[in-house]
């Protein structure tokens, strides 16, 4: 069973196996037609496509102090009828991938995760380090049966939004946001309407999660890089602009063998969206 990472050499082994599933994430932040543009170009052989929007997000309430973020997270029902059918059971391995580093893809793997499947794994590296290898892409969609996965325990852990606010008086668990550091100081804010951060929030690029070939760092190297932010991994908030990022640091900790954080959901995109919530600028 793969539960954080797999190769693509490893993945290559099984692109014909009827009991995995591959699931391209690819997307744009700018451009929501662009994943799915580049899905009928060309993808991995028997993949099919996963889309941040319409599938791994639920529907977003309407602007305002009610708003609960550009990605809420799908209603649990939903999800699970959604992975039924791209035919994932509850014994399927499932591969997510993007060409993002796995920008998108380890928002798949958190949510299986959610739902209580361990069998997920992001493609290392992504299509840049599956085309290095020549592999190829190709153009045929793959067609599944329906599959049979139930909601078990939950493997990921979240906050609400009542419970970061709380949380502003009392500081016993730190948040860590994965956004650049100049969008978390409050400059060249581009997608949310206010620039700034949560008080009291420490910053943690996702993209230095990564290698310079944009496969993700080794274990070690990833703990200690994480161990400055909190003091034990089950303190930890993680958030970046809508609860995407943060699942790829929640990744990184896994592989880093740090267990127990929490993903707040509404993250930046719907902390800003009330005035009278507080907001910190600079570093």
């Known amino acids: 069973m793969h539960t954080t990472l797999i190769t693509a050499a490893d993945l290559a082994q099984h692109l014909t196996d009827p009991a995995w599933v591959i699931l391209d994430c690819r997307h ?18 028997n993949a099919q496509f996963a889309s941040i929007d319409d599938d791994l997000s639920g529907p977003k309430a309407a602007a305002g102090a009610q708003f609960t973020g550009r990605h809420p997270l799908p209603e649990r029902g939903a999800l699970i009828e959604t ?11 499932v591969v997510a991938y993007d060409a993002h580093g796995g920008m998108f893809a380890a928002r798949l793997w958190w949510l ?27 153009t045929p969609v793959a067609q599944r049966a329906r599959g049979h996965i139930t909601e078990r325990p939950s493997l990921a852990h979240t906050v609400t939004l009542a419970d970061v606010v709380e949380n502003l008086g009392t500081q016993r668990r730190t948040v860590v946001d994965a956004r650049a550091a100049d969008r978390f100081r409050g ?10 951060h949560i008080p009291g929030a420490r910053n943690r690029f996702f993209k230095d999660n990564l290698l310079p070939d944009g496969r993700f760092k080794p ?59 507080p907001v910190a600028t600079g570093a």
Request: net charge negative; with cysteine; proline share 7%.
């Open 187 to 196: 400059e060249n804010e581009t997608i949310d309407p206010v620039g700034g």
């Open 28 to 45: 744009d932040l700018m451009n929501p037609d662009a994943g799915r543009d580049g899905f009928a170009i060309g993808h991995i052989q």
């Open 112 to 138: 299986l995760r959610w739902v209580g499947h361990p069998a997920v794994a992001v493609l290392d590296g992504g299509l840049a380090a599956w085309q290095s290898q020549g592999l190829p892409l190709v």
């Open 219 to 277: 274990g070690p190297q990833l703990k200690q890089e994480f161990a400055p932010l909190f003091s034990n991994a089950p303190t930890a908030i993680m958030q970046c602009g809508s609860g995407v990022t943060a699942c790829h640091n929640l990744l990184a900790m896994e592989i880093a063998g740090l267990h127990g954080a929490s993903l707040y959901p509404g993250s930046w995109s719907e902390w800003c969206a009330n005035p009278a919530r």
């Open 83 to 93: 992975l039924r059918s791209w035919g994932i059971s509850d014994s399927t391995q």
